[in-house]
């Protein structure tokens, strides 16, 4: 069975992050094993008077542990992370556990609709830019692309700006970046660029006009999961793709007591057919 360490925090309520990685991971067939960054009482978007402690000083223990037991991960899949500091650590965590067969996957989570998250600055992006030369994937959205290669945002990008940004960014390191939330009159999709290939991919799927937190994570968690198991990067994508668009169609149907977040466990079942 294929293993993958997945890197970020996790929110006891509200579905995003670890909460979505693990089930979502495990679901797909590969083992997920956790190492949380910090823990929250909820999720950040729409909460108030949410608890967090930091478990940034737990990561190198962690890492250390797993370095004398020998163990080996088919895929590092980082998340969100928090600060400087996490990054640091995780870049020598990558260094210390990627071999020839790791697939690394970054989803650089910093910002969204033009503009970083609160409690990161462009200092914090200039270290993200630095932690994805380490990676195999990158999937950031398109604010995260623009702060990444320090371009200023807009929201009328056309196709080839887009498929322009993901080249940059593969010369970085990345083999391939998939860029997420781009928009086509009524549809939303992403734009990717695999390097080896000099080729792109786009992927489109019927737009739903209503804000869902944590559908990145289930993106990212699935289409690091199916890379790992061998699936092509096209396959990822579209599997992927499919999978959030099912869990925003079965959330939308009870958004006023679900507005936290998505509910994936309901289309767990369609996830694990396209899997196996």
């Avoid at 990561?59 to 600060?83: M, R, V």
């Avoid at 790791?102 to 990161?120: C, E």
Wanted: hydrophobic fraction near 40%; aromatic fraction near 10%.
């Amino acid at each position: 069975m294929k293993r993958i360490v997945t890197i970020q925090d996790i929110s006891c309520f509200g579905k995003c992050s670890l909460t979505v990685a693990l089930p979502v991971i495990s679901a797909c067939g590969v083992e997920a094993c956790p190492i949380p960054t910090a823990v929250l009482s909820t999720h950040t978007g729409g909460f108030e008077g949410f608890t967090i402690h930091d478990l940034t000083k737990e990561i190198s223990p962690i890492a250390e542990h797993w370095k004398k037991l020998n163990i080996h991960f088919d895929g590092i899949y980082t998340g969100y992370l928090g600060s400087a500091e996490q990054l640091n650590i995780v870049s020598d965590f990558i260094d210390n556990f990627k071999k020839r067969d790791t697939i690394v996957f970054i989803d650089p989570v910093m910002g969204d609709h033009g503009r970083l998250y609160a409690g990161f600055d462009e200092g914090f992006a200039e270290k993200m830019a630095s932690l994805i030369t380490k990676a195999d994937v990158i999937a950031p959205n398109i604010t995260e692309a623009c702060y990444l290669l320090k371009i200023k945002y807009r929201d009328d990008f056309t196709d080839d700006e887009i498929k322009e940004m993901a080249k940059k960014l593969a010369s970085s390191g990345a083999q391939t970046v998939i860029i997420t939330g781009v928009r086509r009159m009524d549809k939303l999709g992403v734009i990717a660029y695999e390097k080896a290939k000099d080729s792109f991919i786009e992927y489109y799927r019927e737009r739903i006009h209503d804000t869902f937190h944590g559908t990145g994570d289930v993106f990212a968690s699935v289409c690091s999961s199916a890379l790992v198991k061998g699936f092509s990067v096209e396959k990822s994508i579209e599997i992927a793709t499919d999978f959030v668009v099912e869990c925003i169609l079965a959330t939308a149907e009870d958004k006023e007591n679900h507005w936290y977040s998505v509910k994936f466990e309901k289309c767990i079942d369609s996830l694990v057919k396209r899997m196996f």
